[in-house]
């Protein structure tokens, strides 16, 4: 199975910055992409930014700009950091790999069990 545990979050000023980060553990093959999610109070979870072993990193609608995201893939962590924050940037975000346990088993999704970004003055 694999192990997401995220870190980073909290309180920040509108206009401010963090960074977030996700390390993968347990026993699993192979990573083939992680990524950042995010949902808000009664709002469906989003995509925020994803990076793969193909496609590189890519980002949800309306995220490009003010959110990077980077990788280790030697050390299965993804990093996001996320600038110039407003207040409907607040969520829980959350971490997200889609990864193969054996080397012949199935792909899976596997989540984090997120972490609190909370934007506001």
């Known amino acids: 199975q694999v192990r997401l545990v995220e870190s980073g979050g909290g309180l920040v000023q509108p206009g401010g910055s963090l960074s977030l980060s996700c390390a993968a553990s347990g026993s699993f093959f192979s990573i083939n992409s992680m990524a950042w999610y995010r949902q808000a109070p009664g709002k469906q979870r989003e995509l925020v930014a994803s990076?793969?072993?193909?496609?590189?990193?890519l980002y949800g609608a309306g995220m490009m700009g003010r959110f990077a995201i980077a990788g280790d893939n030697a050390k299965n962590t993804v990093q996001l950091r996320a600038n110039s924050l407003k207040p409907e940037d607040t969520a829980v975000y959350y971490c997200?790999?889609?990864?193969?346990?054996?080397?012949?088993?199935?792909?899976?999704?596997?989540w984090g069990q997120g972490t609190q970004v909370t934007v506001s003055s």
């Open positions: 997200n790999a889609y990864a193969q346990t054996t080397q012949f088993g199935r792909w899976g999704t596997y």
């Open positions: 990076l793969d072993k193909i496609n590189g990193a």
